[in-house]
């Protein structure tokens, strides 16, 4: 299993003129959020614009996607680290946009995490956590130094095979 990474995302219109992928990168790490699934229906939150590399892996597994693009809300300024935390809590339960009764089983969060500010991070962890049970199981970059610059990418998941 494979990361598509797309340094596309700066381009002005996100569906026009979209560059080839940029690298592709294998984790040993992404197979692990499947391992031991008894072949249910998955639901899946994809945090960014669903690349097509994505949308075609999850095509071969019984699922559910639901797509929130929390980097363009973010980018646009629409998770304004001024508001509180109750008005940023309500932006990112807008934006997920779950249906009552929803259990997410798998989370690519990506490197989203490292773009909020305190909190941005508490409100997102806040909004997130009714539609998460003892067995979700999320995927996210994480940063060895706050000192390292994080670049504005977007990813996919692909099968290597």
Request: include cysteine.
């Amino acid at each position: 299993m494979s990361i598509a990474v797309d340094s596309a995302a700066e381009a002005a219109s996100p569906v026009a003129a979209r560059t080839p992928i940029a690298s592709r990168q294998i984790s040993k790490v992404l197979p692990q959020l499947f391992e031991g699934r008894d072949g249910s229906c998955l639901t899946v939150l994809e945090i960014g614009r669903a690349l097509p590399e994505t949308v075609r892996f999850f095509s071969s597994i019984r699922c559910k996607i639901h797509v929130a693009d929390l980097f363009s809300e973010l980018r646009e300024g629409k998770l304004n680290p001024d508001a509180s935390g109750k008005t940023l809590e309500r932006s990112f339960q807008e934006q997920l946009a779950m249906q009552a009764g929803t259990r997410l089983d798998v989370c690519l969060l990506w490197d989203f995490p490292h773009y909020l500010g305190e909190k941005q991070l508490r409100a997102f962890s806040r909004a997130l956590w009714p539609w998460l049970h003892p067995e979700t199981r999320a995927f996210v970059y994480g940063v060895h130094s706050a000192a390292t610059i994080l670049l504005n990418r977007e990813y996919g998941i692909f099968d290597a095979q």
